[in-house]
């Protein structure tokens, strides 16, 4: 996944600003387009009914390589427009089953400090993949259209290769085929909302902000990313560990005080040294979501876990598909503005983490369970 996505994220920027002429309120746009696959994720409990997860996530990818690979092919502003939603349809898909078979096959006990692992092995891909995009365009200077395809098609191979050679792994509990929402979930859906409506401001407007205000080229931006993946190689299997120490409500409280004082220096950023160093920041906190997924694995039906991955997956991009445009627009007038609302975002996420037990299970699904002792079904 992370070959054709890393490479997709380093260009879409500069391929939409430099090719095409986007200004915040394009980036705003297509970035919203981007986000509909994502909003539809709640569909892929019905994929299920003809194919496996497995099979779905193995479909999902060579969708996701397509639309990277075709990019370079379409420059103009409806042709982005048309492969950013199919590789993203590849991506969000995939992302369900990956978070749904993740949260099957991995021990609760353990699985903070696996899921680390798994960002690590991701972010060593990224490490190859952004290494590839600096080497080819610096070094090289093959274009966009080129890298994309290359890209694009090294994953679909990929996926080809894995078809044939890895066995279709049991899958766990049968999980049920039918939409699962359930109010004893709502702190998950509720931190889930608030952690897809932070992210947009992160993922669209502080990697646009290092294009459009500080002039960054490519290269540079593959340099940015590369340090990035290094650091979370390191730091997000520490970071899985430190989530089977402490807890999640500590691991997400620390996560979103942490990013309240970033996306307000975001607002204020004084230069360029300072803009790159709030970003590696704020990428590090990325691994931190892990706890989000492990408190619901812990207060989850094992049955529920597949159909409520893809609403989920909805539920985190409902604002995303309205933020993006609406921000954009707000960008055109102040950018200050735009990261001091993901601030907001992120102190309201604050008092949510407060509610999260210090060990959720069945029956403890808030704090204030836990402190009555209660194991009452709330179903």
């Not at 054709?4 to 500069?14: D, E, G, K, Q």
């Amino acid at each position: 996944m992370q070959i054709s996505f890393a490479a997709w994220t380093i260009l879409t920027n500069n391929f939409a600003v430099e090719e095409l002429g986007f200004t915040g309120r394009e980036i705003g746009i297509q970035q919203s387009i981007r986000e509909i696959p994502g909003f539809l994720s709640f569909a892929a409990v019905f994929f299920l009914v003809l194919m496996r997860e497995q099979v779905l996530a193995f479909v999902s990818l060579l969708v996701l390589g397509a639309g990277a690979a075709i990019t370079g092919f379409f420059p103009s502003y409806y042709g982005f427009l048309l492969t950013t939603f199919i590789s993203s349809m590849g991506f969000h898909y995939f992302e369900t089953m990956n978070q749904s078979l993740a949260l099957q096959w991995l021990p609760k006990k353990t699985a903070p400090a696996t899921m680390g692992k798994i960002l690590a092995v991701g972010s060593f891909a990224q490490l190859i993949t952004f290494a590839f995009v600096f080497a080819m365009w610096k070094l090289v200077d093959i274009g966009y259209t080129s890298i994309f395809l290359i890209t694009g098609g090294a994953t679909m191979l990929g996926v080809v290769w894995m078809y044939f050679h890895f066995p279709m792994f049991r899958e766990g509990v049968a999980q049920r085929k039918t939409l699962v929402v359930r109010k004893r979930y709502w702190l998950y859906y509720a931190l889930t909302f608030m952690g897809g409506a932070r992210r947009q401001i992160f993922m669209v407007f502080a990697a646009f902000m290092m294009v459009e205000r500080f002039g960054f080229q490519v290269h540079e931006i593959a340099v940015l990313f590369f340090i990035n993946s290094a650091l979370n190689m390191y730091f997000a299997p520490k970071i899985g560990k430190w989530i089977m120490r402490y807890g999640e409500r500590r691991t997400l409280t620390v996560e979103y005080i942490g990013l309240v004082l970033i996306f307000t220096a975001y607002a204020f950023v004084p230069n360029v040294w300072f803009a790159i160093a709030l970003y590696i920041i704020d990428h590090a906190f990325f691994a931190m979501a892990i706890a989000m997924k492990t408190y619901f694995q812990k207060i989850a039906d094992p049955a529920d876990i597949a159909p409520t991955a893809g609403v989920a997956f909805t539920i985190n991009h409902i604002a995303a598909v309205f933020i993006p445009v609406i921000f954009g627009l707000i960008w055109l007038w102040s950018p200050a503005a735009v990261f001091l609302a993901g601030a907001a975002m992120a102190a309201i996420s604050i008092g949510l983490a407060q509610m999260v037990p210090f060990t959720p299970e069945d029956g403890i699904e808030f704090r204030w369970l836990e402190t009555a002792g209660s194991r009452g079904n709330t179903k």
